[in-house]
């Protein structure tokens, strides 16, 4: 006969809701509420500054973010699009490449994925900083390296051309070896027998990887590239470290902040762009999961 | 059994009841205006500026020595990155600081009903009740009142007290024994200016340093602006002459691409020519310091007046001075535009207010305000105290009292896109590849669609 967890009598009713009631209030508290708030205050010129008024203001807000060609918001938009675009294929890739270089349980390998791993347990502001000083176009060893190769001077993250891809590269090197481990764990669930058989059956070494390996993949990829692309959708530390946005960084999550809690701060503006960012992510991380699923399933 | 639940009663009211007193009590002991039986914390914030932090901390222990029982907590952050704003935004929210260093707003920070804009930042603060008025404190009388009002006045009242000012924009740091070796004198026309460099990049040395990476270019640009729109005209024009502007934009009978932004440009451009080529990615952190090691090269650094104490510290050795940069071809235009800075405010919540009014009165005591500036290498605002002479302060001393409060931006509606605001010059050649004639037309259209012209 089953014991019921909750005891008897009255402890048996209330213990079931009252536990459910912490985490609901939690919700309530600091999920739900902040979110209607952030809805609200989207419709509103709040400073967010205490003792200034809502000022509710309709759509002004969305206007003033569709209004024109030269609009941050709209550049905002691209960026996003490019630094996600950029560094979910680039991670992709290399964390594919890596994987199936060190999949297999060799001596050394283990210390390899460890250090492939490592940088994703340090703080953003700590890369930040770090590359900062690599880059530094005075001091850094980047430019002395540069100057000495190619005989010409880079300002690096001070430069319209090299900023982007460089927070890019960045930010693969930071979580490559997540997207590695994912990989790792994916193929080792491909049964080894399906590779016999396609020995047996001739196929080479791209053959197999294009027909076996990377269809079997399927849910792995899936994981990486749900998770690689909502991540940078959402991407404002590592800019606010590199750049502080300037040079054709500033994501759309960069200029949310910024403009929610900079030095003229508007929130009722910064809500409006933290709406757009939900919408964004919504599109392409679920039409992403959409794709990917349907991939899955067909194979 | 009903006996039993009654004490409980009794016990659970008495206890509450010594809960309550013991609360009121420590209320009274918090909450008193600083006689020597009172235990009181005041919390201060103030942004990261290393002298004057210490400063802040030498006048911090000094104020708890005279005021037995006080405890001053010093919160600090620095500008870069939005740690200040959001440190201040956060301790606003939580109604948690007694005094609170500012960068002042000015009299365009309060756009016109007519336009529909709301003051922003310090402005909205201000504007919305949240700063006492210190107008009537008897420590203002030891301020001019003109540059207090300019700073952090609003409908006749002063919500703070501005403490220090520097150049800003228009900022210039030169190294004598370069330009003596070369035999140039110091440049006071734009034409002598570019003469200067030519000859200093003939002979393989770079002219200009400048802090890209956080825009410091803007010092050059905003200040060549200041020159044009001022010319000659005398100091106390200087508010006529900014509402002027930000109405004509606001009306559409001026704009980015008008001729005084096109003439600015120009020169802009002659001196960008000789910057150096990696200048975008260097930060403001390590700027002034980068330059001040390196005697042989950059005989110019655009920067703030700020910064002079700091290079002094970093190269004693170096000999160099501090000038308005020579931005047009009329020397007596060339003047320097004056930057209000910090300026202490009371929130009108803290629970400390008197104690807050004390700490300012002794801040701003000549003795312990004359060190503040010494410290700092500000300009003073207080007439009786002298700015403090330095090595590089030669040229400050002798023409800061010819400079005018710094230009303030047109109005622009929230959400506007930053081109509205004038040139992203992180974009314009040198440091990106738009011309400078492109990026004003930019500005221009984006001015005008966000004001819907």
Known sequence: MNQCPFGTGRTRRWIPWASIAVPTIGWLVFGLYPSLATIYYSFTQYSGLPGTPLDFCGLCNYRNAFQGSYSDFSAAIETTVKYAGGVAVLQIGLGLGLALLLKNRRRGFGLYRALIFMPQIFSVTVVGILFSMILDPQAGPAEKGWTAVLGSANSFLGSSTWALPLCILINVWMFTGYTMLVYIAGLRRIPQDVYEAASLDGAGRWRTFRSITWPLLAPATTVNVFLTVVGCLGEYALILVLTDGQFGTQTIGFYMFNAAFGQNPSLGYGSMLAMAQFALTLMLGGGLLWGLRRREVAL | ?453
């Not at chain 2, 020597?36 to 006048?59: C, D, G, K, M, R």
Request: aromatic fraction near 10%; proline fraction near 7%; charge should be negative.
């Open chain 2, 1 to 453: 059994m009903a006996r039993s639940v009654h004490r409980r009663r009794v016990l659970a009211a008495a206890t509450a009841c010594a809960a309550i007193a013991a609360s009121l009590t420590a209320c009274t002991t918090g909450g008193g205006s600083g006689g020597s039986s009172s235990s009181q914390t005041l919390t201060i914030a103030e942004w990261t500026n290393p002298t004057a932090i210490t400063f802040t901390q030498q006048v911090d222990a000094a104020f708890e020595k005279a005021h037995p029982g006080v405890t001053i907590k010093l919160e600090q952050a620095p500008t870069a990155n939005n740690a200040w704003p959001t440190l201040q935004n956060s301790l606003l929210a939580a109604k948690s600081v007694d005094l609170l260093a500012q960068f002042p707003p000015n009299p365009e920070a309060y756009p016109p009903a007519n336009t529909g804009l709301k003051p922003s930042g310090t402005a909205a603060l201000i504007a919305n009740g949240q700063f006492v008025n210190l107008a009537n404190q008897p420590f203002m009388s030891r301020f001019d009142p003109t540059s207090q009002q300019f700073a952090m006045g609003y409908n006749g009242g002063v919500y703070g007290v501005m403490v220090a000012e520097y150049v800003n924009t228009t900022g210039m740091y030169y190294k004598k024994d370069i330009l003596a070796k070369y035999g140039l004198s110091v440049p006071k026309t734009l034409t002598e200016f570019v003469e200067d460099m030519a000859t200093l990049k003939s002979h393989g040395v770079t002219p200009i340093f400048v802090a890209g990476k956080d825009g410091y270019q803007n010092i050059a640009w905003a200040g060549i602006i200041n020159q044009l729109m001022m010319q000659d005209k005398p100091a106390a024009a200087v508010d006529e002459v900014y509402k002027a502007r930000a109405e004509a934009f606001w009306s559409g009978t001026q704009n980015w691409n008008s001729p005084l932004y096109q003439q600015a440009a120009q020169n802009y451009a002659k001196i960008m020519n000789y910057i150096e080529p990696s200048a975008s990615g260097v930060p403001a952190a390590t700027a002034a310091t980068q330059w001040a090691v390196q005697s042989e090269n950059y005989p110019f650094l655009i920067d703030g007046s700020w910064d002079g104490n700091t290079i002094a510290q970093t190269a004693p050795s170096l000999n160099f001075g501090f000038m308005a940069i020579p931005g047009t071809d009329d020397a007596s235009w060339n003047r320097a535009a004056l930057a209000p800075d910090l300026s202490w405010a009371i929130p009108t919540f803290s629970k400390h207010q008197s104690l807050a009014e004390e700490y300012l009165d002794f801040f701003t005591s000549p003795a312990e305000y004359a060190q503040w500036v010494a410290a700092t290498g500000s300009l003073s605002t207080e007439p009786a105290v002298p700015t403090a002479k330095a090595g590089w302060t030669d040229w400050l001393t002798a023409n800061a009292a010819q400079g005018y409060m710094n230009q303030t931006q047109p109005w622009t509606p929230t959400g506007a896109p930053t081109a509205a605001g004038g040139p992203t010059l992180t974009a314009v050649q040198p440091f990106g590849s738009q011309s400078m004639t492109d990026a004003l037309d930019q500005s221009a259209t984006a001015y005008s669609k966000a004001l819907g012209h």
